[in-house]
């Protein structure tokens, strides 16, 4: 964690030497620092770091979004996921691309839990308007906020009421219990009917919500799935700003 946060100190100070000593981070930069803990620190000091190449001002388009981390040279083998949401909780949280806070979306209206971390993939776009939508297993809950690169796995087709919204498992990939799971074979058959059978449910209550879930797809789909979605993403940057479903 020092490294880190060294790291994203390192970088603000060096945003404050582009712009002139005597500027302030921008108001952005500032709740990413606050609501992110460390994630938040580094992606705060990157916008810095941008809105002194693009000559300061706080412009929209010089300011880094969660949405816009890029995603590696390992991709789609290894991916980084913002996580929203720790496993075993039942608040629903999602990020407010507008406000640069994590939100509280709601609580699940049924007696269920997020059976594994929960967040999302940047630089991707579903069906359903928003990014590709991750669950990492791992030993521990994470962070909320946190980025984590993932190994993905799977991924179950499902279907809401804004669009298709499939759900991608994944691993933690530094952690040494999940080493050896690499395909869907290796996944136990409950792991797959619990996490099936909690998004069948956890809407269950909601009024005029709804949720058709399928089948699993394999590895190697799931890295098509992962591609495809992030070329969606660059078709539609390339119009303009993305106008997110979340927000």
Not at 72 to 83: E, L
Not at 197 to 226: P, S
Request: charge should be neutral; hydrophobic fraction near 35%; proline fraction near 5%.
């Amino acid at each position: 964690q020092r490294s880190f946060a060294s790291a994203g100190a390192r970088a603000l100070e060096k945003g404050r030497k582009m712009t002139g000593t005597g500027e302030k981070m921008s108001r952005t930069s500032k709740r990413m620092m606050i609501v992110g803990g460390i994630a938040g620190a580094l992606m705060a000091a990157a916008a810095t770091v941008n809105e002194a190449s693009a000559g300061g001002g706080g412009k929209p388009g010089s300011q880094l979004s969660v949405y816009d981390v890029p995603l590696g040279k390992k991709m789609p083998n290894v991916v980084p996921c913002f996580i929203e949401v720790s496993r075993g909780s039942r608040n629903k949280y999602e990020w407010d691309n507008e406000q640069g806070f994590l939100k509280l979306d709601r609580v699940l209206h049924s007696a269920v839990f997020y059976p594994h971390n929960y967040g999302f993939f940047p630089q991707t776009l579903c069906g359903d308007g928003d990014p590709l939508d991750v669950l990492v297993m791992g030993d521990l809950p994470l962070v909320p906020g946190s980025l984590v690169d993932v190994r993905p796995i799977a991924y179950m087709v499902m279907e809401d009421e804004k669009g298709m919204d499939e759900k991608v498992l994944a691993v933690v990939a530094k952690d040494p219990h999940y080493v050896e799971m690499q395909t869907l074979r290796d996944v136990p058959e409950h792991v797959l009917m619990e996490i099936a059978h909690f998004f069948e449910t956890y809407k269950a209550l909601e009024k005029k919500k709804w949720v058709k879930v399928g089948g699993w797809k394999g590895t190697e789909d799931t890295k098509k799935l992962i591609e495809d979605t992030h070329d969606m993403y660059l078709q539609e940057k390339s119009k303009g700003p993305i106008e997110y479903a979340g927000n």
